[in-house]
């Protein structure tokens, strides 16, 4: 793929993500890495991601801002000189957000010296490589459920690399610092995946159908609506689209997993034929996975059949905040070691 079209063109997807092997690991160790819009949530998270990884990362934005500002106080350079076309002569890859136009000049210039260009997704999706990839999509709601998720699977114990596109004061390691990011470990500690490779929870954006870039093991889809409609161009095609991300989950034998919502994410639709073992959650009554949720109290109760879970308080109110938390303790989707308890890393949380 040229640097034109992994801008330009809709993601395909790739049917074959469970055969990348475990030990396949995006090595950019030493290498210069410069981040086009390196301020927003997701790009300044995986600028984080990359330093922990060993690159030496640079970028630019079209304005200071508190992220950039931490970024820098971090030992990230930071230039604000996107319309000049300047890169650093010593470039090795430049990485564009979704934000960035195909006539960038800082995009023009790298395109001219024949660097390789990777797309935000492309290369959030080069970085599960090697590790247990989580990627939760929904075309609402999917912010909400990755930092509830990270946050719950840091305080039961896993240890989780979190990338949001959005902050969330849960993960900063010092509770200020603006970030949608988290480093995590290298293997899993505990519970049922114990000695796998260590997980990355990651939002997976359907916009221009980004989330296809990914290579997830477990997968959740919270919501399919008519969005992007500039993109798609019909609620089918946006249909389809999450089709294909849930696609992209491997077999079940191999630890595939998909948890999706019960209603209004044309769940028949979107697992047809899929491979993965699948299971919906809601508050119908049919949901393999269902919440009962008291609004007087803020309790929440996530149950299997006969099999409940303790319920749990909600910080936050609405029944949508309800259905993100539940989603993000659910034993079917991404694994929690003690499934048979409550979500207590949720009750401190207070969103970003």
């Known amino acids: 793929m040229t640097p034109a079209q992994g801008l330009m063109s809709p993601a395909k997807p790739h049917h074959d993500a469970h055969a990348n092997p475990a030990g396949q690991r995006f090595d950019v160790a030493g290498r210069r890495c410069y981040l086009l819009g390196i301020g927003g949530c997701g790009m300044s998270a995986l600028a984080r991601m990359l330093r922990a990884r060993g690159a030496i990362v640079s970028g630019s934005d079209a304005y200071a801002s508190p992220v950039t500002e931490a970024l820098a106080l971090e030992g990230t350079g930071v230039d604000f000189n996107q319309a000049t076309g300047e890169l650093p002569d010593d470039a090795q890859m430049v990485i564009a957000s979704a934000a960035i136009k195909p006539d960038n000049p800082q995009l023009a210039a790298a395109m001219n010296r024949g660097l ?35 946050v719950a699977l840091t305080a039961a114990g896993l240890d989780p690399t979190v990338i949001v596109g959005a902050t969330c004061a849960q993960l900063s390691p010092d509770g200020h610092t603006p970030t949608g990011f988290r480093l995590g470990a290298d293997a899993i500690p505990r519970g049922e995946l114990k000695g796998r490779p260590g997980l990355l929870l990651a939002e997976a954006c359907e916009f221009n159908r980004s989330f296809h870039n990914l290579h997830p093991t477990i997968g959740s889809i919270s919501a399919v609506e008519a969005d992007h409609l500039d993109i798609y161009g019909s609620l089918d095609a946006v249909v389809q689209s999450f089709r294909d991300f849930a696609a992209l989950l491997p077999l079940e034998s ?18 047809a034929g899929v491979r993965c073992a699948v299971e919906t959650i809601g508050f119908a009554p ?21 099999d409940p879970v303790p319920s749990w308080l909600l910080p936050l109110p609405g029944e949508h905040m309800a259905f993100h938390s539940a989603l993000a303790s659910a034993p079917a989707g991404p694994v929690r070691p003690h499934p048979a308890r409550p979500p207590d890393g949720l009750r401190p949380f207070q969103g970003g």
């Open 254 to 271: 191999e630890g595939g997993r998909l948890i999706i919502a019960h209603e209004g994410a044309h769940r028949r639709e979107v697992t």
């Open 116 to 150: 390789p260009v990777l797309t935000y997704a492309e290369a959030l999706g080069k970085c599960m490589l090697g590790r247990t990839g989580v990627a939760l999509a929904g075309t609402h709601g999917k912010s909400t459920t990755t930092a509830m998720l990270g």
């Open 286 to 306: 049919g949901a393999d996975w269902h919440i009962d949720f008291n609004r007087d109290h803020r309790r929440v109760t996530l149950s299997r059949g006969r």
